[in-house]
């Protein structure tokens, strides 16, 4: 069975009229498919009650929380990022399933990956990062499994700090998450911190008053 071809519905194979196709079409539709990332919702902000993302908006964040930790960790950075980059980019055809959604339902996220890149010429460097992110044992890849869920914290923290009570609940739970060192130390800094800190500590309290330039 070739690649792309397994579990898929009779009659609806998602690739097969994609070969003959030139590589470049195929990376140009991998740009749009990347796009659709801005379109998918994170379901679990349903069950929070306030908060709201799109999966685009979590993995930049999440790719930039890689890179910081892989820095703190001295291990490849660019690489975490790129890993934490691409590490949802199957939702783009299947969806962000929550954790609710999951005691449901399943989804096939490798065959969604694979059909994504079919006929590009990046299937090779794509798929190693999205199956090191995945089911990898690299501190890359801890460092990237962390980082995603520093974003969520991050989100987490403001939710709490704007009056939502259930958010320090979820807090809780997602922590224990954690698997790094680097990851168990900034996430405790972020817990700890206001999200209006960056901007609000930064000028001269008088400027908030009289909004006078120093």
Known sequence: MRNGEKNVPNGCNPVKKQRGRSKTARVADFLFEAGMLRKTPRTGY???????????????????????????????????????????????????????????????????????????????????LWREQEYGDTPEAALAHDADQIDLICNLVEERNLGNPYATKWLECVLQRLKTPQGKELAAAVVAGDHTDWWFKGPNPDWWVKKVKK
Do not use: P
């Open 46 to 128: 349903q069950f929070l009650g306030s908060g709201a993302e799109n999966v685009a908006e979590h993995s930049f964040r999440a790719s930039l929380i890689g890179w910081v930790l892989a820095l703190h960790a001295g291990v490849d950075a660019a690489h975490t990022a790129m890993l934490c980059l691409v590490h949802d980019f199957h939702e783009a055809r299947t969806g962000d399933f929550n954790y609710v959604n999951s005691i449901y339902n399943t989804k096939d996220a490798e065959s969604a990956a694979e059909h994504a890149v079919e006929g590009s010429g990046l299937e090779d460097a794509f798929l190693s």
